[in-house]
């Protein structure tokens, strides 16, 4: 069998060296009427050849984002992976190490960390990031669990329904068995209205959580939503999108107590969901740094008095404090934050920029263009987006969807799944990767199928 | 070779006007300003602070950074409880794959059928190997595994009207996960102690164990690397105070085809996927932590699950009890399916293979360190064992830390130090199966060396290393977090 290599000779003689006469011998310590006494009911070996064909038959049968034209996002899109982050990635020494532990043996990984945490500070204009969570949605619950610590109140979580509703399944989640209520601020234009979180959030509120886009893809009021949780002493958690922050102000700008996203859109493929990357920042306070979940990597000299990179801060964490930890977490998306950090520094400002503004021309063109379809609305008016926005069709839509898969385009998510009260209603995000050309054929494939 | 080189922070290589990714122009009219699109209010004054860096200094930086590691793809790294088994090319060349690379999560499940199947097949494999009857693949890693297991029990305590159940007991020796997730969950940790064997203390948990216990997590085998002689007895104990038998499942690879969770009493237990079924570990992750459980817990498992109906594979969000998600989107999918590859390459004797060979090459190397080194536990061993600097650190001033930096410059990673807790000094060394006789020699030679070395020297190794013993207290004094210009 591939990847043992003891030959029967090794194995004879390490059994003599360890004293026993078979391998038998060496799980003498399991009971006799615990062990399995048949062979593990899963299919025979394959040698690669096969399991390349057995696995490309399999993928055969799905229509990849590749296979037709993409325009899903609601947290995962379809952005360019420059090929020096697959370079970069691909690095057995990146990819087959562990945790740094040993930091003399894994400065490459401890350096590129810091780079990644550096990085995320610069791009949310907050001072704290850690070394990553696990995806978007844990990512917003970790911040949770932060500001119940900080504020150490047991009121309401206030958070807008138009912050991705898987997101808000897992926080919900998190926070089951804890003391706090989640409480949902109704969203029926497409945005939080600032005046909702004013009368909502009083001083038990732990914290207020927003998303901007959101999940419908507009901008949210952030700075006048930050207003009124710090009234009232709440933290004021932000949900961003990273390539939208080419253009957008940043959390910290507009006055975010603790910064979280999906970092998928800088250079993970979107490998049906996972693992992606959970991006946290915060601001440099005692409380926050006390209660950050994660790993966090720090500078420091080694004893010739060189620059150098650890794992520090480790008494918040499990393997420390157990019971008494800030969060379970114990990895990090280390592999994913590392095509971040390559992502952001292959693209640099200017083409984190130039992205972010090819994602609004295109998305804006094709809104005028899908809405000059008869039957076509958009379904809320004069809301900003950048990269994605929400249709309403006269027409059933899964039906609708499904004929144009049919025509070579993955067309939009059915908002339906989220939200009852859109049934009629699909999002539709738009890349930098999208060209003029399969926006005008995705709007005559459209226009077509109505 | 000078590997000095790139030894600048990224942000110390840029200057002002270099990039390496250029973007095509706009194709579509954009006869809008950018602010007659999005309100001024919304838009910064100028894109995120980011290094400005050529494409050759990119790749040589983060290349020459990738050599400062240690890897499993170029040395061996003996690390206890990680499982740090060869990572098999193929599936990197199968990840790749458009097919897989390009799915959207979100895609309508008429056109991820492939995947699906591969996700079913998964979940029986899963279920099979653990003797347990469903799982859920959506865990992100084995702590997030062992948070939604604690959830899923509380769910169904809930549901059972015996929500005053809420006390998980966690033996002395688990990993720090265990009682941090115990927390989270809303449940009250008590520890219950090893006896002097290394084993769980029966009669410590029989005084420990009431009506109000829900859980007790156990990891079989253990953290020093033995199986429970017990087990039963253990589980049996627990349900017949109606509580559940939670499995840390990071020693699967000692076990697999051999005995199961399942069948020696577990309800519910995780997988590490990264570890047991060779994830890569990616620098500190991806991990991919599935669990799997008894059918009376089934309905409580995060939605969605794979479920085949007919010929077609569906995603089932209709489960009424579910906890919920404890995530977005399905799971780690990428490490799944490079998990899934693992035991199909392997099949039901090649599995059975891994862990036996996994067991003799532990028991090889244990025999060979306790030349030289304590072994507090008396062998066979499982998959891992833990030895001791006890005496070394009392007759010749020697720490485990010592021993475990000077092996870096043996060309060796350090087996994991100072855990478990129950074993001072420790050194947990776990060699994995993918390991050659060879190997395992020139590694047990280097620790033998180390040992009669001189005690001064250890405490400044390790010697070929481009950074030796980095201060730790300062770097939590006066963290330094993030790179700025100013405090370099």
């Known amino acids: 069998m591939p990847y043992v290599l003891n030959t029967p000779d090794d194995q004879k003689a390490m059994l003599a060296a360890i004293g026993v006469s078979s391998l038998e011998d060496l799980f003498a310590r399991i009971p006799p009427e615990l062990r399995l006494k048949r062979s593990l009911a899963i299919p025979p070996a394959m040698p690669e050849m096969e399991l390349q064909s057995h696995i490309c038959s399999l993928l055969a049968k799905n229509q990849a984002a590749s296979d037709a034209v993409c325009f899903l996002g609601g947290g995962a899109y379809d952005h360019f992976v420059p090929s020096v982050v697959d370079a970069v990635a691909g690095r057995g020494e990146f990819y087959t190490e562990y945790t740094p532990y040993q930091a003399e043996a894994s400065q490459g990984t401890l350096q590129a960390i810091f780079e990644y945490q550096s990085l995320m500070c610069a791009l949310t204009g907050l001072e704290v990031a850690n070394a990553s969570l696990y995806e978007g949605g844990s990512s917003v619950a970790e911040a949770v669990l932060m500001a119940l610590g900080i504020t150490q109140r047991s009121g309401e979580v206030l958070v807008a329904e138009s912050v991705h509703p898987e997101y808000r399944q897992t926080l919900t989640t998190y926070v089951a068995n804890l003391n706090c209520r989640v409480r949902t601020l109704p969203t029926p234009d497409g945005f939080l209205n600032p005046d909702d979180v004013k009368k909502s959030a009083n001083d038990s509120t732990v914290c207020v959580i927003a998303q901007s886009p959101n999940f419908f893809g507009h901008l949210e009021e952030m700075q006048a939503i930050g207003e009124s949780a710090r009234k009232v002493g709440a933290v004021f958690i932000a949900s961003f999108d990273p390539i939208c922050a080419g253009v957008l102000k940043r959390p910290g700008d507009y006055g975010a107590d603790i910064a979280v996203a999906e970092g998928q859109g800088l250079g993970t493929p979107l490998q049906y969901g996972g693992p992606y990357l959970g991006i946290l920042t915060c601001r440099n306070e005692t409380e926050y740094l006390r209660k950050i979940p994660g790993r966090l990597v720090g500078q420091t000299t080694d004893r010739n008095g060189k620059r150098c990179w650890v794992l520090t801060l480790q008494t918040r964490e499990q393997h420390i404090r157990r019971e008494k930890a800030t969060s379970n977490i114990c990895t990090n998306q280390g592999l994913l934050a590392l095509r971040a950090a390559v992502f952001l520094s292959a693209l640099g400002p200017q083409g984190l920029k130039e992205t972010a503004e090819l994602c609004v021309h295109k998305a804006h063109y094709a809104m005028e263009k899908l809405c000059e379809i008869p039957g076509v609305k958009p379904q809320f008016h004069n809301r900003p987006f950048v990269k994605e926005f929400t249709l309403r069709v006269n027409s059933n839509v899964p039906e609708l969807l499904a004929k144009l898969r049919v025509a070579g385009y993955h067309a939009g998510l059915p908002l339906g799944r989220w939200y009852p009260n859109l049934a009629n209603c699909i999002s539709v995000a738009v890349t930098e990767q999208r060209t003029k050309t399969e926006i005008d054929g995705l709007a005559s494939a459209l226009k077509a199928s109505l | ?488």
């Open chain 2, 1 to 488: 070779m000078n590997n000095t080189q790139s030894t600048e922070v990224i942000f110390e290589l840029s200057k002002s006007g270099r990039r390496c990714h250029k973007l095509p122009a706009c194709d579509v009219p954009a006869s809008h300003a950018l602010s007659a699109l999005i309100p001024q209010e919304h838009l910064a004054e100028k894109p995120p602070p980011l290094p400005e860096v050529g494409e050759i200094d990119l790749i040589r930086h983060y290349i020459n950074l990738s050599a400062r590691n240690m890897s499993i793809d170029t040395n061996f790294y003996p690390l206890g409880s990680c499982t740090m088994k060869y990572n098999p090319k193929r599936h990197e060349r199968l990840a790749a794959l458009p097919g897989f690379a390009s799915l959207h999560p979100l895609q309508d499940d008429d056109t991820t059928q492939g995947m699906l199947e591969i996700l079913f097949e998964m979940q029986q494999f899963l279920a099979e190997i653990s003797g347990l009857s469903a799982v859920s693949l959506q865990p992100a890693a084995g702590a997030q595994g062992e948070l939604t297991a604690l959830f899923v029990a509380a769910a169904y305590f809930r549901d059972k009207g015996q929500a005053h159940r809420r006390k998980v007991l966690v033996p002395d020796s688990a990993h720090g996960t265990n009682p941090a997730s115990a927390a989270l969950a809303g449940f009250n940790t008590v520890t219950v102690k090893s006896g002097k064997n290394g084993l769980v203390d029966i009669e410590d948990l029989k005084s420990k164990l009431g009506d109000d216990t829900g859980v007790f997590m156990i990891t079989n085998p253990n953290t020093l690397g033995l199986f429970e002689t017990q087990i039963k007895i253990i589980t049996d104990l627990l349900h017949s105070k109606g509580a559940l038998v939670y499995l840390d499942g990071a020693n699967m690879n000692a076990i697999l085809g051999i005995t199961r969770p399942g069948d020696f009493g577990a309800d519910m237990q995780h997988y590490n996927v990264h570890k047991t079924f060779t994830g890569p570990h990616g620098g500190g992750g991806p991990g991919s932590g599935p669990i799997a459980v008894r059918d009376f817990l089934a309905p409580y498992l995060p939605a969605p699950v794979v479920v085949k109906d007919g010929a077609r594979f569906k995603l089932n969000f209709d489960m009424p009890k579910s906890i919920g998600r404890v995530r977005s989107f399905f799971g780690n999918v990428g490490i799944l399916f490079r998990g899934y590859a693992y035991i199909r390459t392997l099949g039901p004797d090649g599995l059975r293979k891994v862990s036996e060979q996994a067991v003799l090459n532990a028991n090889y190397l244990r025999t060979r360190v306790s030349k030289g080194y304590e072994v507090p536990h008396t062998g066979p061993c499982m998959h891992e064992f833990v030895a001791s600097a006890h005496t070394l650190l009392h007759k010749r001033q020697i720490k485990a830390m010592d021993v475990c930096k000077r092996l870096l410059d043996y060309g060796f990673h350090a087996p994991t130090v100072y855990f478990p807790l129950v074993v001072k000094e420790a050194l947990m060394m776990e060699p994995t199966e993918t390991e050659s006789k060879e190997t395992l020699d020139a590694f047990a030679d280097a620790l033998l060396k180390i040992k009669d070395e001189d005690p001064e020297f250890l405490r400044n190794a390790p010697h070929t290393h481009i950074v030796s013993r980095p201060n730790e207290a300062k770097a939590a004094k006066e963290p330094i977090l993030r790179w700025t210009p100013n405090k370099q």
